[in-house]
């Protein structure tokens, strides 16, 4: 089923062209064959990430023009802080230039080396910040969630079985705090239901374990919830939101996603030690705590952007536009992960290309393929090859879809270029690593053809 016309207008528009196939091969021999060092001039469709790729409203384009530039408190800061306080309701908010930064300020705070920090899945940034402060990541998914094929709600919930069985192995006091990513990106893109939030707070509750969430992608998690759970059926999204959020002692933003700006974030928190730390912390790298590391244009877009990321005509194509690449994508035969998510398509590797090894990183090698057929980037989420160990979870070629930026027309170009390669999938090679960093190594690492 097609999915239905955009609810939006084109009001300024970015040149865009498809290279010859003799200069996509060389732009990726001199990446490396690592998508990721490919510049943008020389992609066509660009797949790689929803951060900050978004394209601003005529509203938030307006705001930047009245921002107030001042060093401190300045009238953007306080209209910034209006807007997030009227949806995410914790009594502390403190902005930042991107989430990452919240993370590596978070556990610099809370973690002591030998803590450990459960979580449906930590985003690759997460457990990078986790493992730099001596803490011990943990992904709980329920079983379902390595289900490829099935069409079982909610495979981003938290495992509580899991959860419990790690409270009882590790000494008392280590697991200072769960993290819940919504949605879970690295998981598929998978939403995590209010029920299951519900329950993990329970828990936690029981334990005396502060509860955060990963909340860069609310908007889309809480409209899959009322779609699916019938309890919230009949409520507001922003009503949704905010039941959601009830449950959590804070969360961390990357605006750049359901905010969609093209930078910003925030930390918050109803803990007033931990902020007015975080808050001097802060100010070592970020600048003056109302700023964040944001000029105030930015914290103008932010606050705009998070009100219009509950509008339900633009998150029902948002939503329906995922789909419509998935479901064009397993017409043709393509393994893609189900349900749809959010923000993503999942191509699943091992489906894919069969034939070949974790060890020949074939996330990788997809990509590149993806990108020599028709220009489109991906990019790779392959934990198996990286950690060299078996995992239940599939490695994935991601699809992440820019918000109101592509047109159907062009998502219909994708799944043509895809299923092209699908078609000739059994002629792919691996790659060998040439240069492997010690951390995030999918961002950086290079390679060759076998």
């Not at 899945?121 to 493992?131: K, P, Q, V």
């Not at 699916?228 to 002692?249: A, G, M, N, P, Q």
């Not at 705590?289 to 244009?297: I, K, N």
Request: with cysteine; aromatic share 10%; net charge negative.
């Amino acid at each position: 089923m097609r999915s239905p016309p955009e609810p939006y207008r084109t009001k300024s528009c970015e040149k865009i062209r498809l290279s010859a196939k003799g200069d996509r091969v060389a732009a990726l021999e001199k990446a490396g064959f690592n998508v990721f060092l490919l510049p943008s001039e020389s992609v066509y469709v660009d797949l790689l990430s929803d951060s900050g790729t978004s394209a601003m409203s005529s509203s938030q384009w307006a705001s930047l023009l009245r921002a107030d530039e001042s060093f401190a408190h300045s009238k953007s800061y306080y209209s910034f802080m209006d807007s997030i306080r009227s949806v995410f309701r914790f009594e502390h908010i403190l902005p930042l230039h991107q989430g990452r930064i919240g993370e590596h300020l978070f556990f610099q705070l809370t973690l002591k080396s030998g803590d450990h920090v459960p979580s449906n899945t930590h985003f690759g940034t997460t457990r990078a910040n986790i493992e730099a402060f001596g803490g011990i990541p943990h992904d709980l998914l329920t079983s379902a969630a390595f289900d490829w094929k099935s069409d079982v709600l909610f495979k981003g919930n938290l495992d509580t079985e899991g959860l419990l069985d790690l409270v009882a192995r590790v000494d008392k006091g280590k697991i200072p705090v769960c993290m819940l990513t919504i949605t879970n990106n690295t998981g598929a893109g998978q939403p995590v239901s209010l029920a299951n939030i519900r329950s993990v707070r329970e828990q936690l509750n029981q334990q005396n374990i502060p509860f955060y969430a990963d909340a860069a992608r609310f908007a889309e998690n809480a409209y899959l919830i009322r779609k699916y759970e019938d309890e919230c059926k009949e409520r507001s999204l922003e009503e949704v939101v905010k039941t959601i959020l009830s449950h959590f002692d804070g969360c961390l933003v990357s605006a750049k996603k359901d905010g969609l700006s093209n930078t910003g974030g925030f930390f918050a928190t109803n803990d007033t030690a931990l902020a007015d730390s975080f808050k001097d912390l802060a100010m070592l790298t970020e600048g003056f705590y109302t700023q964040g590391g944001c000029a105030a244009r930015d914290l103008e877009a932010m606050g705009q952007g998070i009100k219009e990321s509950l509008d339900e005509e633009y998150l029902s194509f948002r939503v329906g536009q995922v789909a419509y690449l998935g479901e064009m994508l397993a017409g043709e035969g393509v393994p893609v992960y189900k349900p749809y998510g959010g923000h993503a398509v999942f191509i699943v590797v091992e489906e894919f290309l069969p034939h070949l090894k974790h060890s020949d990183f074939p996330a990788q090698a997809l990509c590149g393929e993806i990108y020599l057929e028709g220009g489109v980037r991906g990019a790779p989420e392959n934990v198996k090859a990286w950690k060299k160990k078996e995992s239940q979870m599939p490695e994935f070629v991601r699809l992440s879809i820019p918000r109101r930026v592509y047109s159907n027309t062009h998502l219909e170009y994708v799944a043509q270029v895809v299923s092209g390669v699908y078609k000739r999938r059994g002629s792919l090679g691996g790659l060998d690593i040439v240069k492997e960093p010690p951390r995030l190594k999918e961002f950086t690492s290079t390679f060759e053809r076998r």
